[in-house]
């Protein structure tokens, strides 16, 4: 056996427990009975635990080394080599012990996240995400001396390899100095437009289930790999091959809830749409969480908000509802889908105030993981941030600080992704748009077809081939360019009307 076969071999079995464990927290998030929380906290670290000393061996080492030696691989051996060396030069910087505390820690804190938002008690929660974010600091701390970072760009590194938190400043500081002005303008535009009648319900739940998984077959979802659920806070999760996503169901809007699968079925074309032949294998993996979110939002953002798309779903939204009257009409869905407003929910929230919402998440975060800011300070902090980013206050913690699953399960160093996706979500679509012209005529007759070859092609059956600014150049021919995504809005939400 070669130095790269044994490396396959080895991260081929580690990505078994990874996909056991993906079925384990989406179960934790679905199904789960509250008693069990004990449980599967024990059940789910220990598992954890024996992934980190899979990817910790310590033959790992001398395989990458004889492996990078091997002239006759090809790129994909080698990319999935440098991709191996990422994992475990990370996983090797923190000690198996702090893998089993922090997950025990994220399983209880996760549900007691569920009641305290319910609830709108932080003070509840407090204790338990304290434990959380000190471990997660020391989880930073490690990985940052091993890679000379400081510890929150060693966080960020987990979901955007080789991101920096420099380079995230200076895109958000020109995306905050740009909105705050252009949301005036909008609603300046928009107070022009039409006042249109409201869409009456009530929305049955099995109406608006049956309804998504109608749009889900549309755009290309595979269901003999994955399947539709309910969860506090939606997701894409599950395993490779068996992708599963969630949503939840307002009975009195059911425009919400569509978009949230829209969103959740693009992450999940990214996971059924990566390559078969190196499927468990590091380079299999999706580029980065940037990237991963571009493929949620150009399908829900860039696509399905689009007036092409409208056109087409009107007619089948007011059979799957019942709707008549102008109020269903393609024109008027498609004012109230690029509706802007100021609110306190950021999975709610349009285009245009969404990068408002990350930006304080993404600046509480890095003073959080800094210790620049006690963690009981948080939701004034928070407050004084919604008013001076989105221009209101939340009236408590349940619109506010504890809206978000993302912190107590762990996930610090997330939240700038989705601002980068977005902002990568406006220039690859735009990239398609120009590469082939029968994607938006197919969109409008519901032909999601041209857009998924493209989309397969250049970012889905890519993996993790080529590093993120490379696999972005080759895509769309320039790296990051946030100028696409603010002439995506003005042409929306300005010249568009």
């Known amino acids: 056996m070669t130095a790269y076969s044994a490396l396959s071999a080895h991260f081929g079995r580690a990505a078994a427990l990874s996909n056991a464990l993906g079925i384990l927290q989406w179960d934790s998030d679905t199904m789960m009975p509250k008693g069990a929380v004990g ?89 338990y995400l304290s434990e959380v974010l000190r471990l997660q600091r020391e989880i930073g701390t490690a990985k940052g001396e091993k890679l000379g970072l ?34 005036d303008e909008v609603l300046a535009v928009q107070g022009r437009r039409p006042q249109d009648a409201p869409l009456v ?30 969860s506090t806070h939606p997701f894409c999760g599950g395993a490779d091959n068996d992708v599963r996503i969630t949503t939840r169901y307002n009975t009195d809007d059911f425009t919400h809830a569509l978009m949230g699968v829209m969103h959740e079925t693009g992450h ?4 059924q749409g990566r390559p078969q032949a190196v499927l468990g294998q590091p380079v299999s993996q999706a580029r980065s969480m940037s990237v991963h979110e571009s493929q949620s939002l150009l399908m829900e953002m860039q696509a399905c908000r689009s007036r092409e798309f409208l056109r087409f779903a009107a007619p089948l939204m007011r059979e799957a509802f019942g709707g008549e009257g102008p109020a269903w009409e393609a024109d008027a869905l498609w004012r109230r889908y690029t509706h802007v407003e100021r609110g306190f929910i950021r999975v709610d929230a349009d285009e245009v105030t969404y990068p408002a919402h990350v930006i304080l998440r993404y600046r509480l975060e890095k003073a959080l993981i800094a210790d620049e800011m006690p963690l009981s300070e948080l939701p004034a902090a928070w407050n004084a941030q919604m008013q001076e980013l989105v221009g209101v206050t939340p009236p408590d913690d349940r619109l506010g600080c504890l809206q978000d699953v993302h912190w107590p399960s762990g996930g ?22 120009h590469a082939d012209t029968d994607i938006l005529p197919g969109i409008a007759r519901g032909d999601f077809k041209p857009l998924v070859t493209w989309l397969r092609a250049n970012i889905h059956g890519q993996g993790s081939l080529y590093e993120t600014d490379d696999l972005l150049t080759r895509a769309t021919g320039r790296p990051l360019d946030a100028s696409v995504f603010k002439a995506h809005l003005r042409r929306r939400y300005i010249e568009e009307i």
């Open 201 to 230: 319900g009530p929305f049955p739940v099995e109406a608006q289930r049956a309804f998504g998984v109608k749009m889900m077959g549309v755009v290309g979802y595979d269901f003999e790999r994955g399947r539709l659920d309910v």
């Open 268 to 271: 999940a074309l990214y996971e």
């Open 150 to 183: 400081s510890a929150y760009d060693a966080l960020l590194n987990d979901y955007e390899p080789g991101g920096r938190s420099a380079r995230i400043d200076a895109l958000f500081a020109d995306l905050a100095a740009f909105l705050p002005g252009f949301l």
């Open 412 to 433: 610090w160093g997330y939240f700038p992704t989705y601002t980068l996706g977005a902002m990568t979500a406006a220039q690859i679509f735009d990239a398609a748009k």
């Open 39 to 127: 449980t599967r906290a024990e059940s789910m670290a220990l598992l954890r635990v024996l992934a980190h000393e899979m990817v910790t061996d310590a033959r790992i080492g001398d395989w990458i080394a004889d492996a990078e030696a091997d002239t006759a691989l090809d790129a994909w051996a080698k990319a999935n080599i440098r991709e191996i060396r990422r994992v475990w030069t990370v996983e090797t910087a923190v000690p198996a012990d702090l893998v089993e505390a922090s997950s025990k820690a994220i399983s209880i804190c996760e549900m007691t996240w569920r009641q305290a938002r319910a609830d709108a008690d932080f003070k509840a929660l407090l204790p």
